[in-house]
């Protein structure tokens, strides 16, 4: 597993980037946030693209800094649930505001934006 620099803790911007970087944590918090109730880790596998290994290690990696919570329930066969927790929610307008920075910013003249996706309005 490759290593990821520490942020610098004197810059708040690297220290808020640095929970969110990687290609699949916005994906993953924007569906649990349009979602708004707890999913199940298959739930979360129908994000397509994402592996079960790499989706394993990203929200290993949000629950480490906060942003979910993970519950088991000792059943069979096991079911697993991950949670939103307040400090990803009030992360829905950033998250809406940079979706709408790359609307405008990045899709310009360019097919590739699937405007069906949809982007979290406020946190749940």
Do not use: H
């Not at 629950?63 to 059943?75: I, M, N």
């Amino acid at each position: 597993m490759k290593s990821q620099p520490a942020p610098r803790m004197n810059c708040p911007l690297d220290a808020a980037m640095s929970m969110i970087e990687g290609k699949w944590k916005t994906v993953i918090l924007c569906r649990m946030m349009i979602e708004g109730r707890p999913l199940r880790f298959k739930e979360l596998m129908e994000v397509e693209g994402i592996s079960a290994r790499i989706l394993t290690k990203q929200l290993r990696e949000m629950e480490a800094d906060g942003l979910v919570v993970k519950r088991s329930y000792p059943e069979v066969p096991p079911r697993t649930e991950y949670t939103l927790t307040a400090k990803a929610e009030s992360l829905a307008p950033i998250l809406k505001a940079l979706a709408e920075w790359g609307m405008d910013n990045m899709f310009q003249n360019r097919v590739a934006f699937d405007s069906s996706v949809k982007m979290p309005d406020k946190a749940v």
